[in-house]
């Protein structure tokens, strides 16, 4: 048969196949491909809603169940030829028993026959013992009935005709019956081998399907292997750019730290220097203050030291003042570096979410289908292994307690 013819034969068969019986599986030959192909049908939908449960997480597990199903198919090919091979040897054995009791049969029916000849020429002989009898009646009493011996010629004629009727009809009888038991012979014979060419037709079709399957299996497996190939190889590539960009956003993110804490440092710089000018200038005042202060004292002691009494209250003012001005500069330098920790923050942030939007609009580009979400616990999992050990945040830490 054509592909086609075989494919609208399964098309039209779709549900026929598990309520067939074995003897139309092993007498039909498109009744096994049938089945075969039904067989095939339903190991695979097992098979996908299996995956559909998984979530194609261990492609082992499904080139075991590939194997197993295979396997079990075969097994199913194997139990059919043998039956087949079976049902064979017992028509042999058929045959062989039917030719005995033909045999038995022509015997007895010839024994039949033989008594069948027996018992007519029985009956012929009585019919001319009883004719000689009446013919010796006939001649004892010739005078008495000459009207009846007239009539006894005749009688025998009818009777010999009737005889050779009979014997006619039994021959016309044996030709007919010996007629039809040689076409049933012939019709029995036929389909014997019909039967015989049917079954050997099956069987070369079920060791087909066993190769073909079996290379089908082969291919299935090179083909999973290759594509386990192609995923850690994409695992690998991805791994690769997703370590690079991750060692790209480190170096950008020091450089940027490094810059900002250099103009912080440069900051802070400049307002200690304009303390330490302030504390000059009044050191200089007070020296001078002092100065003036021993020159008059010679003059006047009392003003001098009411003078001098308002003076030290005014500098102690002045040195409370300078002391809340120092502890409010503090103040505000730490909240400058929270702001600036906070923006640093903020732009790491922007930063991680532009390139994990890049890697995403690349990864689409290259037909590799995965989540944001995925991506950014890959990055994560692959930052985490690299950098177990590296203290970068304790670096930065100290950096800022010794400018403070």
């Known amino acids: 048969m054509d592909i086609r013819k075989k494919k609208e034969i399964i098309n039209n068969n779709k549900g026929d196949e598990s309520k067939s019986k074995l003897s139309d599986i092993l007498l039909k030959k498109n009744h096994i491909e049938n089945y075969i192909n039904y067989s095939l049908k339903e190991n695979e939908r097992n098979l996908y809603k299996q995956r559909k449960k998984n979530n194609l997480k261990n492609n082992q597990l499904d080139r075991d169940a590939i194997e197993t199903q295979l396997k079990k198919l075969i097994e199913n090919l194997y139990s059919l030829k043998f039956k087949l091979e079976k049902e064979k040897e017992k028509e042999r054995k058929k045959k062989t028993c039917t030719v005995s009791d033909q045999v038995e049969s022509i015997e007895k029916n010839k024994t039949k026959k033989n008594r069948k000849n027996l018992t007519i020429s029985k009956k012929d002989h009585e019919i001319q013992e009883r004719i000689f009898s009446s013919n010796k009646l006939v001649l004892n009493n010739t005078d008495r009935d000459i009207s009846i011996v007239k009539h006894v010629p005749e009688l025998i004629k009818t009777v010999e005709i009737y005889k050779n009727r009979y014997v006619e009809e039994q021959r016309n009888k044996k030709y007919i019956i010996e007629k039809y038991e040689k076409i049933l012979r012939n019709i029995k014979k036929q389909h014997i081998n019909e039967i015989s060419e049917i079954k050997n037709n099956i069987i070369q079709d079920v060791d087909f399907l066993i190769q073909k399957y079996r290379k089908i299996s082969l291919e299935l ?110 103040e505000e330098q730490n909240v400058l570096v929270n702001n600036i920790y906070s923006k640093v923050d903020k732009q790491i942030k922007i930063y991680e979410e532009n390139i994990i939007d890049i890697f995403h609009n690349i990864l689409i580009k290259n037909n590799i289908n995965l989540s944001i979400s995925e991506l950014c616990n890959c990055i994560k999992d692959a930052m985490d292994n690299k950098y177990k050990n590296d203290n970068l945040d304790n670096y930065i830490e100290n950096q800022v307690i010794n400018f403070k």
Not at 248 to 253: P, S, W
């Open 221 to 330: 497996l090179e083909i999973t292997k290759k594509k386990e190939k192609e995923k850690k190889e994409e695992q690998t590539k991805i791994i690769e750019i997703c370590i690079n960009a991750c060692k790209k956003f480190e170096e950008d993110v020091k450089n940027k730290a490094k810059v900002s804490i250099q103009e912080y440092k440069s900051y802070m710089l400049k307002l200690i220097n304009n303390d330490k000018k302030e504390k000059e200038t009044l050191e200089k005042k007070i020296t001078e203050l002092k100065q003036k202060i021993e020159e008059e004292k010679y003059n006047t002691e009392r003003k001098v030291f009411d003078v001098c009494e308002n003076k030290i209250k005014e500098e102690r003012e002045l040195n409370k003042e300078l002391k809340n001005r120092l502890i409010l500069e503090k």
